[in-house]
């Protein structure tokens, strides 16, 4: 059986869940998972750093292949269980998907993880509001690429949900949720009309609630 390590309030938690639930994997039957991380603690214990010496949630074992890297754990888990075609198998789509998730972990979530980290995993007298504001503003900017985009197509990499969409869509959620939970720090948040319709139609068409997820475990 897969071992997921993870707590459910971990972004990089979430992709992984999500994708086994589009591709029809479920808890319990399918897949185990850990609770691990933050107040559950295991992920610095000598047998997690063997398996993830970056001490980091998700951790994915299926029998021997120990995988970190969450956006690698969806291509693994997208190559190795998509039987039914869930996902577009095309070489085009497959691409344009990667392209986007390398974007989200090497620029868009750089950004916003300043704005999420200051806010909810530093304390309040230690936080530097200009520098949160700076990249909560940046990120804007940023999302609105992703706009463009959807002006023109349904989903990341064309007409099809791609496994693309999961990690877009699960920092677009933070990027909301930050500013309803900090308006004042965050400032405005941009009206993205391409990207609401877009979340709208990913609430209606996936097997996993993006928006469902409000902890952002915040220290006080
Ligand atoms: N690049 C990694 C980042 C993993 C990461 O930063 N995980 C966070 C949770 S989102 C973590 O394990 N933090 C420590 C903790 O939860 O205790 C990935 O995409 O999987």
Redesign the pocket.
Known sequence: MIRLW??KS????Q?VLWCLAELGLEEGKDFERID???H??K??TPEFLALNP??????LQDGDLVL??????LRYLVRQYDKSKRFPADIASQYQSEKWMDWQ?GTM?PSLRVAFLGLTRTPENERNYEVIHKAYQDTNALLALIDQQLANQRYCSGDSFNIGDI?LALCVSRWILLNETFPEQTGARLSLHNVEAWMQRIEADSKYSVVAEKELNIVK
Do not use: D, H, M, Y
């Not at 971990?10 to 938690?13: C, G, M």
């Not at 970190?68 to 754990?73: D, G, K, L």
């Open positions: 993870g707590r971990s972004i990089n938690v992709k691990a991380g933050l559950f603690g992920n610095r970056n001490g980091l949630v998700p951790t970190w890297e969450s956006n690698t754990i972990v979530w990690p």
